[in-house]
């Protein structure tokens, strides 16, 4: 797939220029009705936050979370607020339940245009602690699941007018992880595969780029504990934790057709907490 030719920009619809969306407003431009996306880890925390914001803008959402009852709850949850979705639980460390929901995308809806690999594994060990396990549970659901994720769907989003994927990183992919460098590690790597998605891809018509979040009240960051929230609440310009809900603007951006000329980017959302560093 990576050698296939590129389309050709002066003929191929999906790069003609959009002057007609600015023109209708902004509300046009971040529109995606008739989308489907996927939000991986979309049952909790800032992937359930995307669901109900690409939801609100009209995309059918496909919610994949470990667990059935997560993945339903958070399926009602953007229903009752007037959206569609449906719940594909999904193990990212199992490549065989990768597969199981892309398939069962297709089967539903029939197509992909956005994907959002927002599902991660935040184990932390001291380095000297690390065992080849914990190697293994940590990069399989933070760096091959969504790597090999983008690759089954990559046949749907070449089909698509409006392909992008979200790879949702961390600003642990910045700085020095201590006893979260695996963790780290494995968002600077989906970061680097971020960047080459791009520039294999883009000139095919689907925009790769990537969102790190900085400390987010989620479960994650929760169970750090009050003293580590505490400590982190600080370290931003801003000075307090982020809410889920603050990361959906850079994704509704990304996913957009407001977002129709970036590719290959970061965009950190952090409340300034990597400048400082």
């Known amino acids: 797939m ?9 003929t191929d619809p999906k790069f003609a220029p959009r002057p007609d969306s600015a023109s209708l407003g902004a509300a046009t431009m971040f529109d995606l009705s008739g989308r489907v996306a996927i939000v991986t880890g979309g049952s909790r925390g800032i992937g359930l936050s995307i669901a109900h914001g690409f939801a609100a803008q009209g995309a059918k ?5 470990r667990k059935a009852d997560a993945c339903d709850a958070a399926v009602t949850e953007v229903a009752e607020a007037g959206g ?11 490549l065989d339940s990768v597969s199981r929901l892309v398939d069962a995308t297709l089967e539903h809806y029939g197509q992909i245009d956005i994907l959002v690999n927002n599902a991660a594994n935040p184990l932390g060990l001291p380095m000297e602690d690390i065992t080849p396990e914990a190697w293994e549970s940590s990069f399989s659901v933070n760096l091959r699941g969504p790597f090999f994720l983008f690759q089954r769907c990559l046949p749907s989003l070449l089909e698509s007018d409006h392909a992008s994927v979200i790879n949702v990183i961390s600003v642990g992919a910045f700085i020095a992880g201590g006893n979260t460098s695996m963790y780290s590690a494995a968002k600077a790597g989906l970061l680097s595969f971020t960047r080459s998605m ?3 891809f883009s000139p095919q018509g689907v925009r790769v780029n990537a969102i790190a979040p900085g400390t987010v009240d989620t479960t994650m960051t929760r169970n750090s504990g009050p003293e580590a929230m505490g400590r982190m609440s600080v370290l931003s310009y801003i000075g307090r934790i982020g809410h889920p809900d603050e990361l959906v603007g850079a994704a509704l951006l990304l996913a957009s057709d407001a977002g129709s000329y970036i590719t290959g980017q970061c965009i950190i959302v952090d409340g300034g907490f990597v400048p400082p560093r």
């Open 2 to 10: 990576a050698d296939s030719p590129a389309a050709d920009p002066t």
């Open 61 to 65: 959402v496909v919610v994949a979370s």
């Open 198 to 200: 791009a520039g294999v």
């Open 84 to 94: 569609e979705a449906v719940a594909v639980p999904t193990h990212m460390g199992d």
